[in-house]
């Protein structure tokens, strides 16, 4: 299944989108509603410098416990 790459421990916010950036670190967006429309779109922030360099061929994600994971990519079926 998944393995811990980096235990991070982020705290998880209602309301928002947190995902693994280019840079491997932390980064949350406020998540869009469906039918409410806004101006802008807010820039992701970063919650957490972890720099932790990505392999291909994984999906890096932040767990239930606010670590950063991955786990192989299905490919090819």
């Avoid at 670190?25 to 720099?51: F, I, L, T, Y």
């Avoid at 999906?59 to 490919?75: E, H, P, Q, T, V």
């Amino acid at each position: 299944m998944a393995q811990v790459v980096a235990k991070v421990g982020v705290k998880k916010t209602k309301g928002y989108l947190y995902f693994i950036d280019k840079k491997g670190d932390v980064s949350r967006a406020k998540m869009a509603r469906g039918g409410k429309r806004k101006g802008k779109k807010a820039a992701p922030e970063k919650v957490a410098k972890v720099g932790v360099k990505k392999e291909k061929g994984y999906l890096y994600f932040l767990d239930k416990k606010g670590n950063i994971s991955r786990a192989k990519m299905a490919r090819g079926r």
